[in-house]
């Protein structure tokens, strides 16, 4: 169990020494963690913020080769991120989980359907399983009937997949730590120590305390994503990295219907745009923007992302009207991509790298679904720091096996639900359903999620404040009108009697948690509650502002 007695365990433990201090607690530096100690080193990972907080919780949740990445010649990448995909559908069941997909084909459209036919074979070749077709017209809009039907002339259906990008991180750091890793959330690296020119350490900061330490350890890995180049700094590293950010709209399943995931090229720059259900929602992405704000606070989409997005639903689902008034959510996030000078985001690699600077470790770039990968790729660069030190064991599953007993509480969920939670929780999914009260087995309104995970991550999974529990432990902040503002009253209850909050500590965190929701999960204020892009149902309605 991660509880605050655990947190302070660890910080007892900060002054090692380490065999490995991983800085940046997203999906990189938890697979590092994860991967060292079955390795046999002992690691300690700081997260500044909560787990997951970066990019890893603001993907857009594919677990996939990346069709862009094909089409940019990017065989490499592809071929690895579907074999990846593959292994995961099978290691990671109810975490993640089959997407199928719909590709529209209409007259004089790019690709066409020699092209896209051609890159969906690759694609299959390279899982090793044929999982696309082509339908014509008449069957394909039984598919997805409200997909724009001038010039239709079909289109492909083919397979990817879909996770929980938060759960998959903390999946990760909780097996870690069961497995004898420590972890600290809101604790942040603020120096690099050196001895005779190479990094052997760092100074952290405690975020809720305020106390510092200094962490020897024989080997540091810079995980920080969209960061990376701050630390890289301190070693007289060049910059290197094109912070890019990527928005995504959320709509209620009622409003933007789909049984399955929808990929078209939006008509203004020819970018895919992925439509798809998601935890009980519709959810939009993306869009690709250098990001100038810094990250000293959550990204959020701007009034020019938003419309952009809305812009190419409209086009593509013209007889449902879709205007800004019907946006439930939006999220943000910002890849750390390797700038190479190209004057388009969409244009960048998405490469991923591991550098050595006098020591420093930066593991950086790629793709959340290729996280294994970029695991092993610095466990191999360690093995040439640390002699002695054999590597990791490439054969070795992801995640540990799921669970096949549960206690009797169990008998009342569906086979569909349980999966689900032995995907998000792993082997600690029969605790979860010990600890729940007799009311907890029920649905959180119309979300996926049951009470009982929320009382459960309140206890078990490091919960610092109300925001992990509502935007990464459980995804409730994203799919719930207002980002769940109507339940606060039972979420509170239960932190109270789970982390032990008072009346003063609860209403400190609702207010803070709204605030955050407000300004960096809903619509920028110029378009909130306006009917942006409102008109008539055949989509020929009054135009869009000019994105800004
Ligand atoms: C919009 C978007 C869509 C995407 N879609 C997909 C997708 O569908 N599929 C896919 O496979 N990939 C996708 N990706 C890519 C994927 O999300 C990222 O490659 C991946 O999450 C990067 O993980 P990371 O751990 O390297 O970085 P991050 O997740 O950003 O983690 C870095 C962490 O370091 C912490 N940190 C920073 N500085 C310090 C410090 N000084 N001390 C301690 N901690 C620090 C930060 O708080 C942060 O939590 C997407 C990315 C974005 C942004």
């Known amino acids: 169990m991660f509880t605050a007695e655990k947190r302070e365990e660890t910080w007892q433990e900060i002054g090692g020494p380490w065999d490995l201090l991983i800085v940046g607690g997203g999906i990189t530096g938890a697979a590092v963690l994860r991967e060292a100690g079955r390795a046999g080193l ?58 199928n997909f719909l590709a529209p084909h209409y007259r004089r459209s790019h690709p066409g359907r020699a092209v896209m036919g051609i890159g969906l074979s690759l694609y299959d070749l390279m899982a090793g399983a044929w999982n696309h077709r082509y339908f014509g017209a008449g069957f394909f809009r039984t598919l ?41 959330n809101y604790v942040r690296c603020v120096g690099l120590i050196k001895e005779g020119g190479e990094v052997r350490g760092a100074l952290v900061r405690d975020g809720l305390t305020g106390r510092t330490a200094r962490v020897p350890a024989r080997v540091v890995v810079n995980a920080t994503g969209a960061e990376a180049d701050l630390l890289r700094r301190e070693v007289g590293a060049m910059k290197r990295l094109r912070p890019l950010r990527g928005s995504h709209l959320l709509f209620p399943a009622w409003r933007l ?36 704000d810094g ?6 989409i701007s009034a020019g992302e938003a419309l952009y997005l809305l812009e190419g639903l409209r086009a593509q689902f013209p007889s449902l009207g879709l205007s800004s008034a019907d946006v439930l959510a939006t999220f943000s996030g910002v890849r750390p ?58 054969a070795l599953p992801a995640f ?39 009311l907890d087995l029920e649905h959180v309104a119309c979300a996926p999620t049951l009470w009982a995970e929320l009382r459960w991550a309140a206890r078990a999974e490091a919960v610092v404040h109300l925001e992990d529990l509502m935007l990464r432990r459980t995804r409730l902040g994203l799919v719930l009108p207002r980002g769940g503002e109507e339940h606060l009253a039972r979420v509170g209850a239960i932190c109270r009697a789970e982390l032990g909050w008072s009346p003063a500590r609860w209403e400190e965190e ?21 009917e942006w892009g409102a008109g008539r149902r055949d989509g020929s309605g009054e135009a869009l502002p000019a994105a800004g």
């Open 510 to 530: 609702e207010e803070r948690y709204l605030r955050l929701w407000e300004t960096c999960y809903s619509l920028p204020v110029s378009l909130a509650g306006k």
């Open 337 to 394: 991509v390797i700038g190479s000078g190209k004057a388009k985001p969409s244009q960048e690699r998405r490469d991923a790298a591991v550098w050595e600077e006098q020591g420093l470790l930066t593991a950086t770039g790629g793709k959340l679904t290729t996280f294994r990968l970029m695991a092993l790729d610095v466990l191999k660069a360690i093995q040439r720091r640390l002699p002695g030190f054999k590597g990791a064991n490439r």
């Open 42 to 99: 002992r690691g300690l990972l700081v997260e500044a913020r909560d787990f997951a907080w970066g990019a890893s919780s603001r993907s857009s949740k594919l677990v996939h080769g990346g069709l862009r990445y094909l089409a940019q010649g990017d065989l490499k990448l592809t071929y690895e991120a579907v074999r990846e995909r593959e292994r995961l559908l099978k290691e990671a069941p109810g975490l993640v989980e089959r997407l």
């Open 144 to 184: 997805a009937p409200n997909l724009r039907p001038s010039e239709l002339l079909g289109g492909y259906w083919f397979k990817d997949a879909e996770t929980d990008d938060a759960r998959m991180v903390l999946r990760l750091v909780l097996e870690a730590v069961a497995e004898g890793q420590r972890a600290l």
């Open 257 to 292: 219907p789909l049984a399955q995931s929808v990929s078209f090229m939006h008509p203004r720059d020819r970018r895919p745009i992925f439509v798809f259900p998601w935890e009980g929602v519709t959810l939009v992405g993306t869009t690709d923007e250098d990001h100038g």
């Open 400 to 438: 540990q096996p799921p669970v096949a007993h549960w206690p009797g509480s169990a008998a009342s969920l569906p086979p569909a639900e349980l999966l689900r939670l032995a995907g998000r929780y792993g082997t600690a999914l029969p605790e979860l359903l010990a600890a729940a009260g007799p």
């Open 295 to 300: 990250m000293e606070r959550d990204p959020s």
